[in-house]
């Protein structure tokens, strides 16, 4: 699934949990459904869905423009919170590897409401894995069509579960059961974020740190109110995990864009893995590109399925494990060895890029990094930070703002130059491929023990 270099960790792979920060002053509480703020709309400045939109470009232009960093809240959830916080309605919603959704104030970080749907699974039941216990992995998705926020969770026994929750009261008014299909249940990983598309919520499935066990890439769909089951596997044998963090991209022609892990084969015919894959809103593949090199990469874990297809005009910049970028044409992927351009940036890419204009910038596992493409596909590294973060970049108020979620430092760069305006520190390590929420003049950042919310940006 990926081969990255950890620093200041465990050989494990376990990561240190991320400590409160001193002075925390929020109590949880809960709220009645009366005091509820009406929801059931998205309005400029909210952010439903994993890096803002369904394009992922994670550039929120409605961000004040930045000023001093502070601390403003601190709340202690029941388990990390490893997707990236949604706000909607002047409400953070969180999800916890508890199996447990929450909707938090803004303004102070109170909980408003809190729903359990039930127990996640120990990491001592799974056949490898770095995540105990395993809950709710992905970044959830807001509906305003059903005022749901919906979340894929694994529960005790490695059953995988959507449920759709009312955004105002906590109610769980859906609960599907939605394994992959193919391979074996407690083999898989849901990271990716749900996608909602046309009535319809999309769910990638990877496997678990360490490729153990019967698993296959996979994309499963079905409409909000749980009907009308869907699928797409990628036509490898074992592996092809699709677990970026970004999940479903949707192109301009309302088509889905998805990165596969390495797959089993290691010569002979390609396998359809290690791939960006375009999918239909029914899961047909209509497209897809591979490295030529597919073979060697599946045979050393070096595959491109690391990082979430980032559109840029009337491209796709896709990068992965392999130190190399690539450019791909929109709606002409060109299968094996079909790039437009290739570009040796020396940045292995682990999340999801965002993106403004012609510039990409890219979550490299060494520090930040920003690539322009030009009209013609040719890209160019603009600029590589030192900075430690590793984390899923978004944009807004003059920055782009990175977490170092080994540091549990959140830095605010220039997007011209790469030079630190900002940074603070939330108090600890983060989980792996955090990615910050911008709105107004807040960011907020999921924790090994909750969410944190800065102001000033």
Known sequence: MRSIVLRAVAASGIFVACAAFAGASTAAHAATAASAAPLGQITPGDWPTYHLNNQRDGNQTKLSPLSTLS????????GAVYGQPLLVGG??????ENDTVYALNRT???????AHVGSPEPLSSLPCGDIDPLGITSTMVYDPGTNRVYA???LSGATH????????TGTVELQTPLDPPKGTANTFQQRGALTLLNGRIYVPYGGLYGDCG???GQVVSVATDGTGETSYAV??????????????????????LYASGNGAATSGAYDGADSVMELSPSLQRLDFFAPTDWATQNGGDADIGSQTPAIVGQYIYEDGKTNNGYVLKLGALGGVGGQVAELANTCQTFGTAAVAGNVVYAPCASGPQAVSIAADGTPTVLWTSKVPAEGSPVIGGGAVWWVDYFGGE?????PATGATKAQIYLGGACPTFTSPTVVGNQAFVGTKTGVVAVGGA
């Open 152 to 154: 894929l969770a694994e």
């Open 410 to 414: 959140l830095y605010a760069l220039d």
């Open 161 to 168: 579960t959507l449920f759709g929750i009312n955004a105002s």
């Open 214 to 216: 019967n698993y296959i």
């Open 71 to 78: 601390l403003n809240w601190t709340a202690t959830l029941d």
């Open 91 to 96: 409400r953070v919603f969180a999800a916890t």
């Open 235 to 256: 036509p490898t044998t074992r592996e092809g995990g699709i677990w970026e963090t970004g999940g479903g991209v949707v192109d301009p022609s309302g088509n889905l």
């Open 108 to 114: 102070t970080g109170a909980v408003i409401w809190s």
